[in-house]
């Protein structure tokens, strides 16, 4: 790895560092030379050994819900003590449906429950905001830093309901719901905002666009989607085109370091080509 990505002693926070991306990009993160500090609202050592193997014992996880205040400030503080004032954050935990959601989150639109948005709202879109104003701060005061919001395709365009038709078709009733598009989609506006509030204290921030990532999905939804993905790799995604955790761990590496020093306020869309349709 060339100096210009490299991340040696840097502090960086990541937010859902056990979770399918957050796993992977954390590890790469230490690969660059970071020092990396996750945050889960319940760390286990078992599972961040399983997690992370060798790795593990360079990683600190660290206790905090991105909902609650309280418990971002306390974070703030044991992190801090660790690794001194950070010099990144990814804001990556988010919920979503997942496809073996309960009906009333993936029933027709006309009912989806207030509560369903509030809790979806509450995690992908306040949770961020708090994050950055609670690790943006200590960035601003030091006169640098990089965040990254984790955005999605779905909060660019309305998921594609014709994926799911399958699910129709077999007599479910099946609708990607609406809070995970809203919520993605606030965090562009976010990104900007902070670029421009926090540009003169040398505080950068950029959104990344993701497309799905390859979790054994039905082959019948893995079909539907292959058609929403210009590109095909070899060897590697040719029956799917979905995307492997790994493909978003250069991206956040990039956004971390030096070689984006003058990115700011941006998108960095990386998803196959699936908005280039
Ligand atoms: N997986 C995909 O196909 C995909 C596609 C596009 C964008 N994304 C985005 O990438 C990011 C990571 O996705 P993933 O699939 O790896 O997610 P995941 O569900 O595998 O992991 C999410 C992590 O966030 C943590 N988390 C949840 N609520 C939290 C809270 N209140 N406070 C702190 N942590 C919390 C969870 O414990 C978990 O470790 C998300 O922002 C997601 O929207 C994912």
Same mark, same amino acid.
Not at 97 to 101: I, R
Not at 132 to 138: E, L, T, Y
């Given at each position: 790895m060339s100096n210009l990505f490299s991340l040696d002693g840097r502090c960086i926070i990541v937010t859902g560092g056990y979770g399918q991306i957050g796993r992977v990009v954390t590890l790469a993160l230490i690969d660059a030379g970071a020092n990396v500090a996750v945050i889960e609202p319940r760390p286990d050592d078992a599972v961040t050994r399983a997690k992370f193997g060798d790795a593990a014992s360079k990683i600190a996880v660290v206790?905090?819900? $991105?909902?609650?205040?309280? %418990?971002l400030e306390a &974070?703030?503080?044991? +992190?801090? =003590?660790?690794?001194?004032?950070?010099?990144?954050?990814? /804001? /990556?935990a988010a919920l979503d449906?997942?496809?073996?959601?309960s009906a009333a989150e993936t029933g027709p639109f006309e009912d989806y429950p207030e509560s369903s948005w509030d809790k979806v709202m509450d995690v992908n879109a306040k949770g961020v905001f708090q994050c950055?104003?609670?690790?943006? =701060?200590?960035m601003a005061d030091a006169g640098r830093g990089s965040i990254v919001n984790v955005a999605s395709i779905y909060g660019s365009v309305s998921p594609d309901q014709g994926l799911y038709q399958y699910r129709r078709d077999r007599g479910e009733v099946f609708f990607k719901p609406v809070a995970y598009s809203a919520s993605k989609s606030a965090l562009y506006n976010l990104t900007r905002y902070i670029a421009a509030y926090w540009g003169p204290k040398g505080v950068r921030a950029n %959104? $990344?666009?993701?497309?799905? $990532?390859? /979790?054994?999905?039905?082959? #019948?939804? #893995?079909?539907n989607y292959? =058609? =929403? +993905?210009? #590109?095909?790799?070899? !060897?590697?995604?040719?029956?799917? !085109? @979905? &995307?492997?955790?790994?493909?978003? &761990? !250069?991206? @956040? $590496?990039f956004l971390m370091s030096d070689a984006s020093s003058y990115m700011t306020g941006a998108d960095l869309r990386v998803d196959g080509g699936f908005l280039a349709l």
């Open positions: 206790q905090a819900d $991105v909902t609650q205040r309280a %418990s &974070a703030r503080a044991e +992190i801090e =003590k660790l690794f001194g004032a950070p010099h990144g954050l990814i /804001n /990556n449906s997942p496809p073996d959601s950055c104003q609670v690790f943006g =701060k200590p %959104s $990344v666009t993701f497309a799905g $990532v390859f /979790n054994n999905q039905d082959p #019948l939804f #893995l079909q292959q =058609k =929403k +993905i210009p #590109l095909r790799r070899a !060897g590697k995604d040719a029956l799917h !085109g @979905m &995307a492997e955790a790994s493909d978003y &761990a !250069g991206p @956040m $590496v």
